[in-house]
């Protein structure tokens, strides 16, 4: 463990520079492809996400050459802690459309309430850790440094009981989409908008007639995999959000805290794979509505 580095040891440059230069990659093929679907809600989350990333690796990396500073690292520390604030309200949107195009029947929450219940919950999170953040940044000792670790940790933890609630919830409306048990009447089967990438015929006409009324029809190969990509991503968050909860409750000496390898197996690679699956499982691809179809009509 080195003394003067708040750390406890030095990041290695190899590795901040490939995650920046990962980050940047990504990030950039969120802007180009929401820009590309004119799925303009993606710059508020997941692009405004990878940024954060790119800026708290920018600062990892400049701690590599100048270990003992703490500007670089509390640049790190708080964007990294943040940014998949950003994430998670994107996941809320993708499973707030899922819910309208197979069916709000199955749902315990009309979509625009989930929408709103947990985009809430993360805006809370998302202060709360800023707050941490901030008054980490700004202490003149150890003691005003750790209140604020704790103070992140509280934002971090609302966020784990969002994510939680949200996958029980969800998990709930796939079991009652794939058993056909609604809750609420069915609506009418006429009108039923379907993603244009489900479409197969070369008409412009985005408005089929259902073919079935059970939800587990309107469960197109699009949805599934668009519900496969939110999974993966969902996972992997969780994956991080449990690590960093457990990371700053040790404290900034903590042994896991001071441990580069854990940081970069469990903060850096979860949140890298979790934006690089919505790349490859985007949005614009499986369940694009509305004008978005404009873009690849």
């Not at 990504?26 to 180009?32: I, N, R």
């Not at 990294?80 to 993708?94: L, R």
Request: one cysteine or more; aromatic letters at 12%; a positive charge.
């Amino acid at each position: 463990m080195i003394d003067d580095s708040p750390y406890g040891y030095v990041p290695t440059l190899w590795i901040c520079a490939l995650f920046l230069v990962l980050y940047s990659l990504t990030s950039v093929a969120h802007l180009a492809q929401a820009t590309y679907y004119r799925m303009w809600w993606l710059l508020p989350t997941m692009v405004l996400g990878g940024i954060g990333e790119i800026i708290g690796w920018a600062g990892r990396t400049w701690s590599s050459q100048n270990y003992s500073k703490d500007s670089p690292f509390f640049m790190n520390i708080v964007c990294t802690i943040i940014a998949p604030s950003f994430m998670t309200a994107a996941m809320f949107i993708i499973v707030g459309r899922i819910i309208n195009l197979v069916g709000t029947e199955y749902s315990r929450l009309r979509p625009r309430t989930y929408s709103i219940l947990f985009i809430s919950a993360d805006f809370v999170a998302l202060v709360v850790q800023a707050i941490g953040g901030a008054t980490a940044s700004s202490a003149d000792d150890p003691k005003g440094a750790e209140k604020g670790a704790n103070i992140m940790v509280a934002g971090i933890l609302v966020q784990m009981v969002a994510i939680t609630i949200y996958c029980i919830i969800q998990g709930d409306y796939l079991w009652r989409v794939l058993t056909d048990r609604p809750i609420r009447p069915r609506s009418s089967p006429s009108g039923i908008v379907t993603p244009r990438s489900d479409i197969e015929d070369a008409s412009n006409n985005f408005t089929l007639e259902k073919e079935a009324a059970s939800g587990r029809a309107r469960l197109t190969p699009n949805i599934r995999n668009m519900l496969i990509g939110l999974g993966i991503t969902t996972v992997f968050i969780y994956i991080r959000s449990i690590y960093r909860t457990i990371e700053l409750l040790g404290g900034w000496n903590g042994a896991i805290f001071v441990n580069e390898k854990l940081f970069n197996a469990l903060d850096g690679m979860p949140i890298f794979v979790a934006m690089f699956v919505l790349n490859v499982f985007h949005p614009g691809r499986f369940i694009a509505i509305g004008k978005e179809r404009n873009a690849i009509a």
